[in-house]
Structure formats: structure tokens, C-alpha cells
């Protein structure tokens, strides 16, 4: 982005990234889409909200963003303060406390073969990360891995599991990563020095 910024390539440093999510049992799709100096609004739906890139702490080094609290329907989970924003990472951590909330609340518990939150029954509610003062939801049917997914990932059927996850409790606890991001429209705006999420439609 500095090359071709400084090239003249583009106007403005802005990177603007789609996923959809894989379909059905697929594990290799080609589900991503980068626009180098903006974005594209066949893409999202609504319009982009914007938030300021940190400037201090663990997560400063990345696209560090803060984050003000996560929910489980109407329960809310323990805050996290900061995390970064990833499209290198698959699952979503968040802090050990909200974790541990989240799986008493669901009745989960972390699978002692694969380290994810696994479940008897399918929680319904859904979950929530809010950004200032905006919450940006997950439906079960986003955070659960989809059961035609099992047989490449190891899991057994007859049991439910989530993309969600344990981040740690120091350091950088919470990440954003591609099963939020397969349904919201990112954008990296370096120019501003801030990050943008819109509802994604694709």
C-alpha cells in the first residue's frame, strides 16, 4: 500500500477486504476480494462506521481497535478494552473472562481434542462485539461451524461447535478474525488511521 501509494497508484491508502463465508463443505474456496485505494460497495450493504486505530498499547502495533464490551443475547460478557483486527486469523478470540461467560452462559465447554467451545445443544442467542457505541452481531448459524465442515476439521457429529474462542487474559486477548469477517465489509484506512465495518453482501 505505501509503494503504491507512493507510486501514484492510488490516491488514498485504503484497503478494502470481502470474505464470504465457504460453502457448504468446501475448505478451499476462493472467497476473498482486496480493493487497493477504496472500497467497493457491491460488496456491503448500509454505510461503513468507522472507528480510530489505537495508538498505544499491546494491539497498537496492529489494527488495533477498542472494544467496549461483547454480549450473549442480553447477557454481557466481561469487556475487553482492545484487540486487533485480523484477516490472517480464522476464529475469534476474545479474553479469557468473556470466554468463560460466554461458555456458562451456553453451556459449553472447551473440547479437550480440538480446544474449541463445544456444545451439547446449539445456543440461539447471538453474539455481540460493539465497537464505541456500535454492536456488530454474529447469528448462531455465523458462529457455528457448519456440520459440513466436521469431517475436515475432525469433529464429531451430534455435538455443536463455535468459532469463538479463548484469547488469554494478557497481551493481546481478543482478535478479530475471518468468521467475523466473512459478514462484515472491512476497511483499513491508513490514511485516517482508522478501521471501518459495513454489513457484508455477499
Known amino acids: 500500500m505505501d509503494n503504491l501509494f507512493s507510486q501514484g497508484s492510488i490516491s488514498t491508502e485504503v484497503l478494502g477486504v470481502s470474505f ?3 460453502s457448504g463443505g468446501d475448505s478451499d474456496d476462493t472467497n476473498g476480494e482486496l480493493t487497493l485505494g477504496g472500497t467497493d460497495s457491491s460488496k456491503y450493504s448500509g454505510e461503513i462506521t468507522f472507528f480510530p486505530q489505537l495508538t498505544s498499547g499491546d494491539a497498537s502495533p496492529y489494527w488495533g481497535i477498542a472494544i467496549s464490551s461483547f454480549t450473549y443475547g442480553s447477557t454481557t460478557l466481561a469487556s475487553s478494552g482492545s484487540g486487533i483486527v485480523d484477516t490472517g486469523t480464522t476464529l475469534i478470540y476474545i479474553p ?20 474449541l467451545a463445544a456444545f451439547s445443544t446449539a445456543p440461539t442467542e447471538n453474539f455481540g462485539v460493539t465497537f464505541g457505541s ?12 457448519p456440520t459440513a465442515q466436521y469431517s475436515f476439521f475432525g469433529l464429531n457429529e451430534g455435538t455443536f ?5 479463548d484469547g488469554g487474559s494478557s497481551g493481546v486477548d481478543t482478535i478479530i478474525g475471518q468468521k467475523f469477517l466473512e459478514n462484515y465489509y472491512s476497511v483499513f484506512d491508513t490514511t485516517n488511521s482508522q478501521i471501518g465495518f459495513a454489513p457484508s453482501s455477499v
Open 20 to 22: 464470504s463465508p465457504e
Open 96 to 115: 479469557t473472562s468473556a470466554y468463560n461467560q460466554f461458555l456458562s452462559a451456553t453451556g459449553g465447554q472447551t473440547d479437550s481434542s480440538s480446544g
Open 134 to 145: 456500535t454492536t456488530f452481531t454474529l447469528t448462531p448459524s455465523q458462529y457455528l461451524i
Open 161 to 165: 461447535y463455535s468459532w469463538i474462542n
